[in-house]
């Protein structure tokens, strides 16, 4: 049922698009409750129609989304960066618009969205076996240390020190191991440290791995570390973290739109806020196949810093 201010919507607006809100309720240990209230002023401020839906176990957020398939509205997603990829192939092939509202431990993707211009945009979308990825999917050191901080929140490490430390927890447990990369480019058999595939720019919350990353390009960045010493790693990862990796001796960085990767044995890849695991993987980039919808002053409206 409508409310009082959401009647007086024009009623081809009504007709036409609502904003609807999935939000993941665990996501940011619980940051939605600071923010529900916002969304609610934000939305009657604009005399905007809207929905909140919450994700439960009977239902993920790609099952809500495809509830309004046959509709054209803004789907914004409420949560982190996994919340936002388990979403997407519910809004894919759709004409409704991802939106985002960050609240996340990490946020890379509306880090990567924001630097879009306001309004509509259409997106590419990479896709590793089954998953769609707007940012990155990565495999080594560098995934680890961003799994390891998961694991490490729940001590009693500051906050500030979480990255810090993972570096050194990861570093300590850390493996070598082989792949087979192919490309239309280039092969590569090899023991890695790191293997970044990138449509977006940012990762670990807020790392910049691939700077020069475009959404529209039709191209994944690929970012591949060579075999290295442990004692290098950590210089390594240190410069990754502040995105002044490119060109160092051992990292290659090439351009495809299409990779296949096989492993000896089954490894995970972190994907924006998910993990895959397998031991083949077949990486694509869709050029433009995604309505993103940029919005950063509602946004800031909604999280209370506007």
């Known amino acids: 049922e409508l409310s009082e201010s959401q009647q007086l919507l024009p009623m081809s607006f009504v007709k036409n698009m609502k904003y609807i809100f999935i939000i993941n309720a665990i996501a940011g240990r619980g940051k939605y409750k600071k923010i529900l209230p916002n969304i609610e002023q934000a939305c009657k401020k604009r005399n905007v129609e809207y929905e909140i839906r919450y994700i439960s176990a009977e239902k993920d957020g790609s099952q809500i989304a495809l509830e309004y398939k046959n509709e054209e509205n803004i789907i914004y ?16 092939g759709t004409k409704n618009k991802l939106g985002v509202i960050p609240s996340g431990s990490g946020n890379d993707t509306y880090r990567t969205i924001k630097m879009l211009p306001k309004g509509e945009n259409k997106i590419d979308l990479a896709k590793i ?13 560098d995934a680890e240390v961003a799994n390891n901080i998961d694991k490490l929140r729940k001590t009693k490490i500051p906050t500030s020190q979480l990255y810090n430390a993972s570096i050194i927890y990861s570093f300590v447990k850390f493996k070598h191991k082989r792949m087979k990369l192919h490309t239309s480019i280039k092969d590569i058999y090899a023991k890695y440290t790191i293997l970044s595939i990138c ?14 990353a475009e959404l529209t390009d039709g191209l994944l960045d690929i970012y591949y570390a060579e075999k290295m010493s442990k004692i290098k790693m950590i210089p390594l990862l240190l410069k990754l973290k502040k995105g002044k990796h490119e060109g160092k001796r051992k990292i290659h960085k090439f351009r495809t739109n299409h990779i296949e990767i096989d492993f000896e044995e089954e490894i995970t890849f972190n994907v924006d806020g ?11 980039i869709l050029p433009k196949v995604l309505n993103v919808y ?13």
């Open 274 to 284: 998910e993990k895959i695991t397998n031991n083949h993987f077949t990486i694509d």
């Open 129 to 141: 076996n089954e998953t769609y990825f707007i940012n990155v999917a990565c495999t080594g050191v």
């Open 199 to 212: 449509n977006g720019e940012y990762y670990g919350g807020g790392f910049n791995i691939a700077p020069k």
């Open 294 to 306: 940029n919005d950063d002053e509602f946004v800031q409206r909604t999280i209370g810093d506007g």
């Open 77 to 92: 997603v409420v949560g982190g960066d996994g919340t936002i990829t388990r979403t997407l192939a519910g809004i894919v």
